[in-house]
Nanobody, 124 residues
Framework: QVQLVESGGGSVQAGGSLRLSCVAA????????MGWFRQVPGKEREAVAA????????YYADAVKGRFTISQENAKSAVHLQMDSLKPEDTAMYYC?????????????????WGQGTQVAVSS
C-alpha cells in the first residue's frame, strides 16, 4: 500500500506561481512513476505531468510545457510540481498519483494510488 498526501494548493492571480507537493508513504520503493492530474467539475480528468522515479525522465502535457516543472525529492519520497505563469484555465483540483510500474504516464487508469487532491484557483 502507498499513501499520497498533497499540499500547496491555493488561490493566485494569473501570472502567479504555486508549488504543489506530494509526499508518499508506505511501499514507496515499488513506485515506478509519480504523476499529477487535474480535474474540473463536469470535465474529464487530464494528465498534467509525470516523473519516472528511477530514470528521472519527465513528461508534460502540451498545455503546461514551459510553465510547470515536476521534480522529485528522494529523501522525503516527495514529488513537487512548480507551477509558474499560471492561467485561469489551470484552475482545477490537482491530484497526485503513483504507478507500479511506469507505463502510460498520461493515462490515469495505469496509476494504482491516488491522493485526495488539492485545489488550485487562478483568477484573471
Amino acid at each position: 500500500q502507498v499513501q499520497l498526501v498533497e499540499s500547496g494548493g491555493g488561490s493566485v492571480q494569473a501570472g502567479g506561481s504555486l508549488r504543489l507537493s506530494c509526499v508518499a508513504a508506505g511501499l514507496t520503493a515499488r513506485i515506478g512513476c509519480m504523476g499529477w492530474f487535474r480535474q474540473v467539475p463536469g470535465k474529464e480528468r487530464e494528465a498534467v505531468a509525470a516523473l519516472g522515479i528511477l530514470s528521472g525522465s519527465t513528461y508534460y502535457a502540451d498545455a503546461v510545457k514551459g510553465r510547470f516543472t515536476i521534480s522529485q525529492e528522494n529523501a522525503k519520497s516527495a514529488v513537487h510540481l512548480q507551477m509558474d505563469s499560471l492561467k485561469p484555465e489551470d484552475t482545477a483540483m490537482y491530484y497526485c498519483a503513483a504507478s507500479f510500474p511506469c507505463r502510460r504516464w498520461d493515462d490515469g487508469t495505469y496509476y494504482n494510488y491516488w491522493g485526495q487532491g488539492t485545489q488550485v484557483a487562478v483568477s484573471s
